[in-house]
């Protein structure tokens, strides 16, 4: 990669390119196709915060897309009386997503259409927190402290924040072979043409942190307990446990 921080997407250009991107985020058997193992993080995940918060009653969805992720916990819990909060930049997104899961709670569905960066959230609210595939989208290191705590403040005690992710790599050796596994999945998912469509996409968009800072921040933020569900070359499936 190469773009500095600074010449990066704007919260703007996002929004705008998401917008008219909705379709591709709303197949609930593939998940986000262009990510490593999204259909499995996907699963796994609705199966860990199920398992871990069965009663949950307050989901709260950062970035939800289309909301494959919070449809999919729904579908797993032995109960449908659960509030949802969907938050997302883009309006096009919040409104595929309210549709898609209207009809899998009778509890009330809240959209908030804001960057995650300034939106204040209620104290001790929710039980259960995903961000899939959009914390990448935060640039310097004091914006992922401030949103790790926030969704920290925000959770009930026993809650737990669920995320699936691009991640970084510090180590070079370590960075290439990530990235050549992730060349090889695009490729052999599509061909070489659309393997650079996304890496340009990554270039211009995204900001990636590496998996072991980011748990780090996720504890000097007040998590209790941080780990790793799975990791695949760039792309990882973590929690941290209040
Ligand atoms: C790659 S999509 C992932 C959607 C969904 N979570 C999924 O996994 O299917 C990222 C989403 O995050 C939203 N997003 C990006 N930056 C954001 C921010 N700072 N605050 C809130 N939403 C943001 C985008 O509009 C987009 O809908």
Redo the contacts with the bound molecule.
């Keep these: 990669m190469s773009r500095q921080l600074n010449e990066k997407s704007t919260?703007e250009q996002?929004?705008s390119?998401?917008?008219n991107?909705v379709e591709r985020?709303s197949n609930l058997e593939t998940?986000?196709t262009a990510?490593i193992d999204?259909a499995y993080c996907?699963d796994l995940i609705a199966q860990a915060a199920t398992n871990h918060t069965p009663n949950m009653s307050h989901i709260l969805?950062?970035?939800?897309?289309?909301?494959?992720?919070t449809l999919r916990i729904l579908q797993q819990l032995k109960h449908n009386q659960v509030h949802v909060s969907l938050?997302?930049?883009?309006p096009n997104?919040l409104e595929r997503a309210s549709t898609r899961i209207a009809s899998q709670t009778t509890g009330q569905i809240t959209l908030l259409q804001?960057?995650?960066?300034n939106?204040d959230l209620p104290e001790k609210q929710y039980d259960c927190v995903?961000?899939?595939?959009?914390l990448h989208?935060?640039r310097e290191e004091h914006e992922w402290s401030q949103v790790f705590q926030k969704l920290h403040t925000a959770i009930k005690p026993g809650g737990a924040l669920w995320i699936?992710d691009l991640v970084e790599h510090d180590n070079h050796t370590l960075h290439q072979l990530a990235w050549q596994q992730y060349s090889d999945y695009l490729v052999n998912f599509k061909d070489a043409e659309y393997r650079d469509l996304v890496f340009d996409y990554i270039d211009q968009e995204d900001s990636p942190r590496p998996l072991m800072w980011q748990l780090t921040q996720l504890e000097n933020a007040g998590f209790s307990c941080v780990d790793v569900l799975h990791k695949h070359g760039v792309c990882a499936a973590y929690c941290a446990f209040k």
């Design positions: 919260p996002i929004r390119r998401f917008d991107d985020f998940g986000q990510a999204a996907l969805d950062i970035g939800c897309g289309a909301g494959n992720f938050n997302d930049l883009s997104m804001n960057d995650i960066r939106k995903v961000a899939a595939m959009v989208h935060l699936y």
